[in-house]
């Protein structure tokens, strides 16, 4: 039995952006600003959450506690 992807394939043309498509500084700085947001507002709820609440999302305590300790400009990880 072999397994076969679904996921199309990178091809040779995926690689390269036209200058048209590429957003610009402004449009990823903004980006970027707004992402940071989100994190930051994320880690300040997932800060304030109770016990229970962190139970009925499955998400451990000591998880929470990581998560919500680290800097905005990290990735969030898994909270299980």
């Known amino acids: ?6 996921d199309r394939l990178l091809g ?11 957003p610009s500084w402004r449009q990823r700085a903004a980006f970027t600003l707004e992402l940071w947001r989100q994190r930051r507002d994320m880690r300040r709820c ?3 959450m109770d016990a229970r ?13 990581y998560e919500s300790g680290k800097a905005f400009w990290q990735e969030m990880g898994p909270l299980r």
């Open 1 to 6: 039995m072999s397994y076969q992807s679904r």
């Open 12 to 22: 040779a043309t995926d690689l390269y952006v036209s200058p048209a498509d590429k």
């Open 46 to 48: 997932l800060a304030q």
């Open 53 to 65: 609440s962190l139970r009925d999302a499955g998400i451990s305590p000591a998880a929470a506690a």
